[in-house]
Nanobody, 129 residues
Framework: QVTLQESGGGSVRAGGSLKLACAASGSTSISRCMAWVRQTPGSEREAVAVLDGDGSTNYADSVKGRFTVSKDNTKNTLTLQMNALKPEDSAMYYC???????????????????????WGQGTQVTVSS
């Protein structure tokens, strides 16, 4: 069993930055594929950044060049550095993980497979114009 707890959300003006953190506890050694997924009311969940167990990453086109996902294995923490934030980045951001490696599409971690086994409660990000 893995428990995920997000932190770092908040309100920021457009162009600003936020850093989200996801602290993993429990059987963290089995968290191979980890992701940040966001959702706005009335919309489906969207993966924004995925990190596989071998360190490979993938990003949604809308955040490439602005967001960076990383993992500190010593602290069992997944982070998402978000720069140049836009109002359309406003959403609830969830941390998710699975015991298996990420599903690959064309050799890259999939951005469309969202059937992660473990989910955090989410942290709200609001970007004002």
């Amino acid at each position: 069993q893995v428990t995920l707890q997000e932190s770092g959300g908040g309100s920021v003006r457009a162009g600003g930055s936020l850093k989200l953190a996801c602290a993993a506890s429990g059987s963290t050694s089995i968290s191979r594929c980890m992701a940040w997924v966001r959702q706005t009311p009335g919309s489906e969940r969207e993966a924004v950044a995925v990190l596989d167990g071998d360190g490979s990453t993938n990003y949604a086109d809308s955040v490439k060049g602005r967001f960076t996902v990383s993992k500190d294995n010593t602290k069992n923490t997944l982070t998402l550095q978000m720069n140049a934030l836009k109002p359309e980045d406003s959403a609830m951001y969830y941390c998710a993980s699975d015991r298996w490696g990420c599903t690959l599409i064309n050799g890259r971690p999939s951005m469309v497979h969202l059937d992660y086994r473990y989910w955090g409660q989410g942290t709200q990000v609001t970007v004002s114009s």
